[in-house]
Structures are given as C-alpha cells and as structure tokens.
C-alpha cells in the first residue's frame, strides 16, 4: 500500500544535515537541496536562517536541548519518544532535553501523525541526526582538550576522553563547530547497538505529563485571542447538498451578547448550508444558536438509514463485478469449482464515532494579510491547502499554530472544523473561536463507516483448505479526503483505499487467496467516512480472525494449532528487512506466547471460554505482530458478555519508549473492548443517530478487566503502537462466545440480544 511519507517538501534524495555555531547556540538541521547551498558554511547558513530544515533541534550555551517535533501530541507522548532517539544517540542527559511543537510554517516538511507511523518514519534520519551531532560535538572536544578524537565518546551530556571531560555546553561556548554532512554521509551512521543504548527501551516517563497534570499544557480549547468574538455553528441536515432557504433569529435576538449570524459560503464547499451564530460569550452562542431557526433544503442523502447502508454492502459484496482485486494469489475459482466442501460466512460492523474528549474547535484571526488559525490537527499540510481556498488566499499566507489535541484518532486528520472558523473571522473581520458542542461534533464526524464483509472457504476432498475469497464494502475516507494517496487495485480495474482494506492482506499461507475491496458509494456521499483508530483493520480483523476461527473449527482442529499451521513464513511471508524481519515466524511466536501466558486449553466453568486472534497492525508493511487471547464469561439467559481477562503479546521490533507503548496498548484494548461490546451507533435520516453520551455509551470503568500485556524483546526495527491493539480484541472476543456457549457472532457491536439468538440458533 502506499504509506504517506513527510517527504513533499523535503528533497531527500539530495538534502544535506548542517551543524554550526550560532550566536544562540549549536543548531543541527536537515537541511535539503544541495543546489541551493553554493558554499556556503553550514554555520553561517543556519546563523543566517539560509536552510529549510525538515528536523531539527539545538543545544543553547547552557547546554539544554531542545528538540522540535512536526508530530502531533494527542496524548500519545510522541516528543517524547522522538526525542530520545535524538538524545540516545547525542549522548544526552535525558533531564536537559525538551522538545516542542512547531507549525505550519513550510521548512517543517510535510506534517501527518497517523497510522502509527511515527517512530517507525523517523526512527533512521533521527537517529542518524543524532550520531552526526555525536560526531561533531566529539571532534570539537578533542580539539580543545588537545586529544584524539577516537579516543572520546559521549555520555550525559559530556564528551569523555580518558581522565578528561567537557561538557555540551563547555563545547557550545568555547568551540566552532561548522559541518555539512552529505545523504550519503549521514547514511554510514547506524543506529547504535543495543548494547550501549542508554534511553531507548529504558524506563522513563514522558516530558509532557507534567504539563498536562497542572493544566499549563495548551490545547486547541484553549486559544484567546484580543478581542475575538465566539461562534457556534449550525450543522445542516446532511453533509452534502443543504442549502439554506430562510433565517428567522428574532428569538436569538433576547439573548444577552448576541451579535447576530453569518451564512457561509464556502469556496471549497467542504461546507454546504452552513451558519454560524455569533455572541461576545461562548454560553451566548450556544444560546443564540439554539434560538435562531434555519429552514434548509436538504441533500439527496436526508432519509438514509443505518439499514440502507449496510444492505447496499450485501448487496456490493455478493456483486462479484463490484470492486478492485487488492489480493490474486493462485486461482480461487478453480479451488472453488473443485471444492469438496465450502462455507461461508458474512461479517458486519454498525457506524462508530470518534467522541474525543476536546469538540473539535478552532480559533482564528486574520492579521496583516495573514490567516491563523489556533488549533490541534493532525494532517495540516494536507488542510492548509483546504483552508487557503475557502478563505481566498495563497498557501503562504495561512499558518496553523499546532496545538495539543484532547484526543485525535484519526478524527483530526480531518480539519474541516477550521473552515467555519476561518469563514466567520474573514466574514465578521473579527477573531473568532468557534467550538463544537457534543452534538455538533458527533453530527459533523468523519465517522467509522458500518461495512460488510462476505468470505468463502473451499476444501478438498482430502478435507485440506485450498483457498479463501474475501469481499470487503464500506465507505473509504481516503476517496473523500485524499484520493491521490490511493493505489491501483492488482487488476487495474479502479483504485482502492488501502487504509480500509489493510488487514485483509494477511500473514497466512493459503494456496489461493482473493480480496476484493469495494467502495460503498451510498455510504460515501452519506457522511464523510473517517480514519478511526486501526482504520480498516479495525473492521478488517473482525472479519478475518473470527471467520479464520470458523474455518479452524470446520476442519475439526485447534484454532491455535490451525493458525500456526499456516504461519509457515514461506514464499511473500516471509518478511524482508528491515521493517519485517521473520515474517509471519514472528506472528506465530506472539501467538505462542499469548498461548502460555493465557493458559490456553485449560479448563474454564459453564458458559465461559477464551477466544484468540492475531493480527500484523496497521498495514503490512510495518506490521506490529499480536496476539491477543479473551476470557469471557457469558449468561445465556440475558446474552450479556463480560469479558474477565485480556491477555496480549505485541511485537513492535524496539520498544523505544517502554511507558508510552504500555499506555497506548492498554488504549488500545480497551477501545477495541468498547467497539467489540459497547460502541456503535446508526445513521438515521442522513446523520447520526446517537449524539451524546446518553445514548452512545462507551467502555465504562466498571467493564474494564484484568489486563495482561507484554512485548517481545528484541532489536528489531521499531514499529508502530497507536493502533494495533485495537485489531485483534473484538474477534478474540468473538471467538471465545463462541468456545463458551458456542454462539458464532458476526456483527459489531456484539449485542445481548444477537448473543440470545445465536445461542438459540
């Protein structure tokens, strides 16, 4: 699949890495295009500001360090997780480091946190900007202390040369430092061996926590501007095709500060029918807004139901000219027409949201022919564009100042909520902070699409699997949002969204093997299908492990034995270096290991069962191998399924930072738990149907269950960790109803009801 790199504005293939003195300090930044330099010392170009660094980061004549971060902080800690890369391989002392999050100011490089992709993107060039700054900082040491410099290494901090020691900051102050590294160059430093790392896979806490503990951390909610007004916007009655017929605010007009409304017009028409209502509070807005009545003429989608959807996916699915082929591998339809016996199974997920902590919001002003906008964001370089156009203005003339998010998950890859913000300053000539109430937010969502899968699995006469044939339908986020990042399908019949089918390109070895992936159009025009936490595979795993676990028990075998069987590693699973290495071997290694840890086998009481599954995590090529093992306990009577325990094994290569990948794990599980039992809503009359937290109820506190997790220690390359907990517990679950009562549950959420009329089926 094609993984979106931070490489659009970063000539990579010629960039250079400076380090130089500066009156402020030594500054190390990438910097490309080698064209551009001339010969022009690295120092007097970044004192001069003459580079466009991509990363960078500097040590001020005290010797802190502060490391700059284009990622997005979402309470996955990933400065500092980044910043330890940087400070391991410098020979820092981890308590002068800090980082900080830039914006969206061009020499940043392209600017994306998602698809839990970034330690394993920045992993190398960090690394790599580390040891050249080792390099260097040694080189000048030795120079002032008169000794050779492969005599020295770096450690907390200082530069060590026998008996004799300097410190960064001795070094900043004193010496003149002024190299330019070539890529080439800066390709012959390796990351350093395990062996003499003193950061990376260390216990640590991160950098962000106490700031967030006392409530000095900034988020998007967060922004006051001098005398900005407020808005709340009016959501219209669908996504696509609302226009506004009449406004009657003479009720809004009683509320105290109401300053009136604005219909806005959208350029970009990512926003068709929208009015913003506007008071000098935010509690007057949100009154004003509930009093002023809109009439609208709604788009084609106004009666579209949760039903409507989903029916459309059955009917695509058994369509078998619908689609692009994402996986051919041998001739599924000789295995089928030879087939001794065949089952088949269709698999179904219901519409989820995001339901972040922190509405989305945004805060802007327009200064000095400037658009700003305040605000937390996961992918602003590709708004940015989206935002210019609405407002009128070229690219260099909008700056996003990223802020933290309270929560993301795929939601604010997405920044369609800064268009009604930016619309309304421009048109009241005001700042303006315009906030999402939960019900705003959850009727704007990108959300979850619901899907439907239909698989088919054919045996010989030797009861021997000869192949699998998958179909897969749902609406596609990147088809809406980013449809140059979607590749051709293997029989060149359309593009497919990679993200909402990875997962279905598994690890297992079948003779034959056919995934068909299918865009549901009705669903497309309906809402805009969002990337949620695990994005495809999220729905993808639901339907493969639980249908492999069909499988297993249709040949009359162990589901642990079965999988293993066809976790050989052989022929295109047999992994490559360096993201890979082992292949699917180290799939069945999780595998085993959850296995040990859960007991597996082990004899359990009436109406209770474990359940596993296994899954690679986001996309296949950076795969996160895991395995994750349920303990449910089920009531027949009721339906209700409690699920007692939880165990899991991940494989991500390097644990760079121990305490961030456990919290993001234990994240992980348990919002996989809470899709599996707890969330889930339905598009009635176009939109969303559960708004609020009434109705939509996630994984409470008192659900959560013993949790056990660990990760195989290794010193393989890093992969990812946001999301791939989430893939493999609602099938584990799934599967272990199914040991317990035996009732084979095929849609998300699992509901008591649909576990009754299983069990009686």
């Known amino acids: 699949m094609s993984r979106i790199t931070n490489d659009k504005n970063a000539d990579y293939s010629r960039r250079q890495f400076l380090i130089g003195t500066t009156t402020a300090g030594l500054m190390m930044a990438f910097a490309p295009s080698v064209a551009l330099a001339g010969n022009t010392p690295a ?64 020499k940043w490089g392209y600017m994306v946190t998602g698809g839990s992709w970034s330690v394993f993107q920045s992993y190398v060039p960090m690394s790599q900007a580390g040891a050249a700054g080792r390099e260097a900082l040694i080189e000048s040491a030795a120079a002032l202390l008169g000794v050779a410099a492969k005599d020295c290494r770096t450690e907390n901090s200082q530069v060590i040369c026998g008996s004799k020691r300097l410190d960064f900051a001795e070094i900043v102050n004193r010496g003149k430092i002024d190299k330019t590294y070539s890529d080439e160059e800066l390709a012959k430093f390796s990351p350093k061996p395990a062996a003499k790392r003193t950061l990376i896979a260390k216990p640590s806490k991160a950098l962000d926590i106490p700031a967030k503990s006392t409530g000095a951390a900034r988020y998007g909610i967060d922004a006051e501007l001098d005398g900005m007004i407020y808005a709340r916007p009016l959501i219209p009655p669908t996504r696509y095709g609302s226009s506004v017929l009449k406004i009657d605010d003479s009720a809004a007009k009683k509320v105290k500060g109401y300053i009136g409304y604005k219909v806005l017009k959208d350029p970009a028409e990512i926003l068709q029918g929208w009015v913003s209502v506007l ?49 051919e591998h041998g001739n599924i339809d000789t295995a089928a027409k030879q087939a001794k ?22 805060t802007v002003e327009f200064k000095d022919g400037i658009c700003h906008v305040y605000t937390g964001n996961q992918w602003q370089s590709l ?65 979850r699409s619901p899907s439907v899968q239909h698989f088919a699995a054919y045996w010989d006469a030797d009861n021997a ?60 025009k309906t809402f805009v299908p969002g990337w949620l936490r695990a994005v495809g595979p999220g729905w993808i795993g639901w339907g493969v492990e639980s249908f492999m676990d069909e499988v297993a028990h249709a040949q009359g075998e162990d589901p642990a034995s079965f999988r293993l069987k066809l976790l050989d590693a052989k022929g295109k699973n047999a992994g490559k270096a360096p993201e890979a290495v082992g292949g699917a071997k180290r799939l069945a290694h999780v595998l085993q290991e959850a296995k040990t840890r859960a007991n597996w086998g ?44 939880l165990t899991s094994v991940m494989d991500c290569g390097i644990v760079v930072h121990p305490d961030g990948a456990l919290a993001q794990t234990e994240g992980a599980m348990l919002w996989g738990l809470s899709m599996a039992l707890h969330e889930g809503t339905a598009i009635k009359d176009g939109q969303v149907a559960d708004r609020n937290l009434n109705t939509y109820t996630p994984l409470r506190m008192s659900d959560v269950p013993e949790l056990d997790i660990s990760f195989v220690q290794n010193t393989e390359f890093p992969t990812g960790l946001g999301e791939p907990g989430v893939i493999a517990v609602a099938p584990a679950i799934g599967n272990a109803i199914f040991n317990a009562v035996g009732a ?18």
């Open 43 to 106: 120092s007097a170009r970044l004192q001069n500001k003459q580079f466009n660094p991509t990363i960078w980061f500097e040590i001020d004549q005290t010797g802190a360090i502060l490391v700059n971060i284009t990622r997005a902080e979402m309470g996955q800690h990933v400065g500092t997780a980044l910043a330890r890369i940087v400070a391991d391989e410098l020979g820092a002392d981890w308590n002068r480091v800090s980082f900080k999050h830039v914006d969206t100011d061009p």
């Open 279 to 327: 008071a000098d509070t935010y509690h007057g807005a949100i009154k004003a807004a509930d009093a002023v009545k809109v009439s609208y003429k709604a788009g084609e989608t106004a009666e579209v139901s949760e039903q409507d959807l989903i029916a459309e996916g059955e009917r695509l699915v058994a369509d078998k000219s619908s689609g692009g082929l994402f996986v």
């Open 341 to 362: 016996k065949s089952i088949e199974g269709l698999y179904r997920t219901a519409s989820v949201l995001h339901f972040a902590l922190e509405p989305v919001n945004a």
């Open 383 to 447: 708004f940015l564009p989206v935002v210019a156009k609405s407002v009128g203005l070229s690219e260099d003339k909008v700056i996003i100042h990223q802020h933290y998010l309270g929560g993301g998950f795929g939601r604010r890859l997405a920044g369609d909520y800064m268009l009604p913000a930016a619309l309304t300053a421009q048109a009241t000539g005001k700042p303006v902070k315009l906030v999402f109430t939960r019900d705003d937010d959850s009727r704007f969502d990108c959300i």
């Open 465 to 524: 699997l000869q192949g699998i044939e998958h179909a897969a339908a749902a609406g596609w986020p990147t088809l809406t949002m980013a449809p140059g990042f979607m590749p051709d399908s293997v029989d060149k019949k359309t593009k497919v969204d990679s993200f909402s089918i990875s997962g279905a390109d598994h690890w297992y070895s079948l003779n034959n093997h056919r995934v068909r992936a299918i865009n549901n159009t009705l669903a497309q």
């Open 602 to 645: 082990h004899k359990l009481p009436k109406n209770e069962g474990l359940g596993l599954a296994i899954a690679a995590g986001q996309e296949r090529g950076m795969p996160t191998w895991s395995a994750c093992i349920a303990h449910v306990k089920v009531d027949p009577s009721s339906g209700k399924v409690s699920v007692i325990k």
């Open 744 to 761: 084979r549950l095929r849609n998300l959420p699992i509901k008591p009801a649909d576990v009754k009329a299983a069990i009686k089926a």
